[in-house]
């Protein structure tokens, strides 16, 4: 079955920067729209980006717009997160996620999903 592994995460101070990866296995990676998406606890799983097959397509919620850069490589089956600017309020798990579909903003659409990584961002 199809794996997804995130690594990247840590303890940055307000204004760091840090670059998460996801790393897939299991089936043809050009054939997966990617996401990227953040839980804080006791809070609902929340969008941060996506990107399209070819990866010539983006979608970011508004509170990263501009800090945040979501690509990927094809060649070796990974897709980025590369986190600028953060703020503490960016500090949640991090999750990668992916599907056979459009690439989209709600969680319950993705099918594969990463078991996390942590994102502590320190003020």
């Known amino acids: 079955q199809v794996q997804l592994v995130e690594s990247g995460g840590g303890l940055v101070q307000t204004g760091g920067s840090l670059r998460l990866s996801c790393a897939v296995s299991g089936r043809t990676f050009s054939s997966l729209a990617m996401g990227w998406f953040r839980q804080a606890p006791g809070k609902e799983r929340g969008f941060v980006a996506a990107i399209s097959w070819s990866g010539g397509s983006t979608l970011y919620a508004d509170s990263v717009k501009g800090r945040f850069t979501i690509s990927r490589d094809n060649a070796k089956n990974t897709s980025y997160l590369q986190m600028n600017s953060l703020k503490p309020e960016d500090t949640a798990v991090y999750y990668c996620?992916?599907?056979?579909?459009?690439?989209?903003?709600?969680?319950?659409?993705?099918?594969?999903w990463g078991q996390g990584t942590q994102v502590t961002v320190s003020s």
């Open positions: 996620a992916a599907r056979t579909s459009y690439y989209s903003a709600n969680y319950y659409e993705y099918t594969y």
